[in-house]
């Protein structure tokens, strides 16, 4: 699996495009804003997305999805439902996070635990991992060794939990039973920031040590 990453807004979230080698057919994940931006990218890559992937509904990660979606005519599938307030509340993220105001959306299907995602030949794993947010899920591909995990794990850190429904004790679980139950050379594209490898996340990430939090 091919990934590609373009950083968007000034939150610089990461905003991924996965690439199917053998059919180089694409999916965009966690479009979080400058939709002009992926766009551009997209054309000089050759690709048409056929999907708009979501790891959860904060809009730093899910700004441009509409906008994409109508651009391409793709539909945008997930989170887990249990974001949909979340997405409810798009127009009071706006002001929270300090973005253009963004009207509220659904999306065409929610995922669950357990579902499987195909882009091309590719066929992403979907693990719901609660705790950044109750809807989070991330997106594993056994073949190449990758997952993207949006907001729930981090090179050296966690993801956020003091906002509305987040849950540290359930971030944990998530990350101990969904990420690190993953072989350690497992590749891992977060939401923000450099990639790491689950094998450097279990033996070195000090706040699931207990060394902080």
């Not at 054309?43 to 441009?64: F, N």
């Not at 591909?141 to 997952?147: I, K, L, N, R, T």
Request: glycine share 10%.
């Amino acid at each position: 699996m091919q990934v590609l990453t373009i950083p968007v807004t000034p939150f610089m979230q990461n905003c991924r495009v996965l690439v199917c080698p053998t059919s180089r057919i694409a999916a965009i994940v966690d479009p979080g804003g400058e939709p002009e931006k992926i766009i551009a990218r997209l054309t000089e890559e050759g690709l048409k997305p056929k999907m708009i992937l979501l790891t959860h509904a904060h809009l730093d990660h899910v700004g441009a999805s509409t906008k994409l979606g109508e651009y391409y005519d793709i539909e945008i599938i997930g989170p887990h439902k249990d974001d949909l307030f979340w997405l409810e509340a798009l127009p009071m993220q706006s002001q929270m996070f300090g973005f253009e105001n963004h009207a509220a959306f659904l999306p065409s299907s929610w995922l669950n635990d357990g579902d499987t995602v195909e882009v091309g030949k590719l066929k992403l794993e979907v693990r719901h991992c609660p705790g950044h947010t109750p809807g989070h899920v991330v997106f594993y591909e056994p073949v190449s060794q990758q997952v993207l995990v949006g907001d729930v794990l981090f090179k050296g850190s966690v993801g956020r939990t003091d906002f509305p429904k987040g849950d540290a004790a359930k971030l944990k679980h998530s990350i101990e039973s969904k990420l690190f139950s993953l072989p350690n050379e497992v590749v891992v594209h977060s939401g923000h920031g450099e990639n790491t490898t689950i094998g450097y996340e279990k033996a070195t990430n000090p706040f699931m040590s207990g060394r902080f939090g």
